[in-house]
Structures are given as structure tokens and as C-alpha cells.
């Protein structure tokens, strides 16, 4: 009999105890904006950590930019339209291109009708707790930037490495599992230019800074050379739009595409590629000039943007925007026209001041 007592007793303690852990539950997504008021820094850290990460960005990332993530194009044209163009990428993925041409740009990287990956930069785009133009000091008190970062998939390890100039212009912070930032400075005012959001395997095929690794490295597609030609035209649009978008938040004019000077920059690009050189003077000796007169271009003034491997255009145009010399055609207030032509992953600009017609 004793034993049964025994026994009765620890099933009635088990149940009570059972009972009230059930009271105490809390949702996870109410976790820490109910319990962290009250409590200790160190307990707080200890809450965090226990919260599953996803569940810490949504409470901190609150901004649109970040929940597109993963979203089906449904609801993208629900909320936004139609786009102003579809561009394909050289990663697989599709740029749906939205802008209203001066204050806003934004484009939505897409596969299998998800959206991977997004770039935004301009004044009117929402990336809380940031804000386009915020300091840098501000920007890494918020998400604590590392020389490290580190991409999971299954027992595969994936680690990049930043190097100074990567901490300062491009630095890379992972938000959640799956979900990473760039966040890229204009470190002439030191402020905030603009961000990318994209999954991990897009930041595995990109690959834009060192990296080391433990597992098998995805392949990049094999593009046919029409497909290469789509996306070098989407790559010209694109870089022609986040410039106007990037001069009008320096109050400077508005740029008007000149397709005859395109044809020059692409010829330019072109022969840097397959010629195996980089330089604004061509192995015959020609430049600029000797190139806008072959096609009996008339200007007053013109100037002159190359780069060569970054992983796309925006990221091209953020590369210009830190490099003196490119960043003053860029922002040059008496230049009216812009041709732009891109061959893989070559590009050149060309900014012409002309007469009104």
C-alpha cells in the first residue's frame, strides 16, 4: 500500500506541475516585446537566444523590405503593380525593376515565382529600424558588423570573409537562418547609399567577398549568348536608373538615355573583355573621344565610368559612387545625356553635356 501512495503522490505533483507550465506558455512572436521591459540585460540576451532567430527579425526588422523574402509574385503586383520591366539575371533569377525614376528604386530578384532577393536604394523606401542617409556609426550600432559571416546549409559551412574596405562600403550581417543584408555606405559622407536582402543561396552563388568553405559550391547557369544579351540590356536600364535615382538625392539633373553613345560604351566593354584589358584607352590607343567621333557624336563635355567583375549593376554603381574620380561624372551637375553598355561583366558609362534639341 505504501508503494501505491507513494505512486498516487507523483502522479498528482506531475499534473500540477504540468498544469501550470501550460498557464505559463508565452507566444514566441510576443516573447520578448512582453517579458524584456522588466528584466535584466543578461536575462534578456538569454531570451534572445532562446527565441528562434527568424522571430528576432521579425520583432526588430519591421521595415517592407525585408518581408518580401520569400513572398510569391501574387502578391508583389497585389500590392505594387505590374513592374516597369522584367530583367534577366545571370544568376537564375529574374529583376522585376520598379522606380518612379527619381526618389525610388527597387528590384525584386525571382525564381519559380519567389522572390530571393531584393536591392533598394532612394528616399522613399522603407528599411526599418534603417533609413537611406543614416550614418554609418548609427547603422553598425544597430547591426554590429563582424569580419565574419557565416551561411549553414545542412552539414555544408559556409564562411565569408570581409576585408577592410568590405567593412566599409559593403559591410554583410546575417538577419536571420536564411535571410542576409548588404548594406552599402557611400563612404565620401559616410552614410547609408543602400541595401541588398537576399536568401543564403544567393549570397552562395554571388559569392562577393572571400570565402571558405566546407561542402559543395553551387554552379552558376550557362547562359547561350541571347541570354547573355538579356541581361547585359537589363543591366544597362538598371544602371542608368539607380543613377538618376542616386543624382537626384545629390539635387543634381536628371540624365536622358542617348542610345547612340550606348552602342559606344557596349563597343567599349565589348573589347575590354575579349581583348583582356581594362583601361579607358583601347590597345590601338583610342579613347573616349576617338570613339564618340567614329559615330559623328556631337557634345560639349563627356566623361567616362568602367568597371569590370562586380556581381551585377547595382553593385557597379555603388563601386563608382566610392571611387573619386567616377564618382564626380556621376554626380556631375552639367552633364545632360547618358549612354551605358555592358558586356558580361564589363561596364562603362558614358555622360555627354549637349545642347537642347
Known sequence: MRWIRG????????????FLLEKKQIEPDEAIDNISHNISQKQKDFIEKSVPENIIVKQKFKGEIYRWIGKGTDELVDELGEPKRKDLSSYGYTWWIYTNNQTQYIQFGVKDDKIQTV??????IHIEPLTIGDSYKSVNAELQFTEEVTYRQGIAAYTFFLDEEDLRMRPLVKLSDNIYAQVYFDTFTNKLSSIRVMTGDVLLLQRPYGLRY?????ELPNLTDKEWEKVENGMEKQIFDITNVIRNSFNK??????EKVSEVAFSHSKDMSESNYFSHYSPDGDGLKERLEKKEIYYFAAGENIAAQ?????????GWLNSKGHREALLHENYTHLGVGVYRLYYTQNFLTKSDE
Do not use: K, Q, S
Request: glycine share 8%.
Open 310 to 318: 562586380y556581381v551585377d549593376a547595382p553593385a557597379a554603381v555603388e
Open 214 to 218: 566546407r561542402g559543395g559550391l553551387p
Open 7 to 18: 505512486f498516487l503522490f507523483f502522479v498528482i505533483v506531475f499534473a500540477i506541475t504540468f
Open 253 to 258: 539633373d536628371i540624365l536622358i538615355w542617348e
Open 119 to 124: 536591392y533598394a536604394t532612394g528616399n522613399d
